[in-house]
Nanobody, 115 residues
Framework: QVQLVESGGGLVQAGGSLRLSCAVSGVIFSIHTMGWYRQAPGKQRELVAH???????DYADSVKGRFTISRSNAKDTVYLQMNSLKPEDTAVYYC?????????WGQGTQVTVSS
């Protein structure tokens, strides 16, 4: 069984920073794409950033230049460094990973940015 455990969310003032982590555990043969999504109240879940197995990355336009996604293959963990946070970044952030050729989601972590 595979589990994704997120951490690092919280309350921060606008302009501040947070670092999210998502650790994968369980029976793992391969991890391909790792990514972060977010869902604000009343809105659809949206892609924030992806990082592929070759290390290449992809970002939503709204976070380019402010957020950085990275991964540690040794620790089976994906990170999201969020800088210059804005109130509109407030959402539940979810980790999603392609593991053993199947998609898995984390439970979500709340990020709240106050103005």
């Amino acid at each position: 069984q595979v589990q994704l455990v997120e951490s690092g969310g919280g309350l921060v003032q606008a302009g501040g920073s947070l670092r999210l982590s998502c650790a994968v555990s369980g029976v793992i043969f391969s991890i391909h794409t790792m990514g972060w999504y977010r869902q604000a109240p009343g809105k659809q879940r949206e892609l924030v950033a992806h990082i592929f197995s070759d290390g290449s990355t992809d970002y939503a336009d709204s976070v380019k230049g402010r957020f950085t996604i990275s991964r540690s293959n040794a620790k089976d963990t994906v990170y999201l460094q969020m800088n210059s946070l804005k109130p509109e970044d407030t959402a539940v952030y979810y980790c999603k990973c392609q593991i053993n050729f199947a998609p898995y989601w984390g439970q979500g972590t709340q990020v709240t940015v106050s103005s």
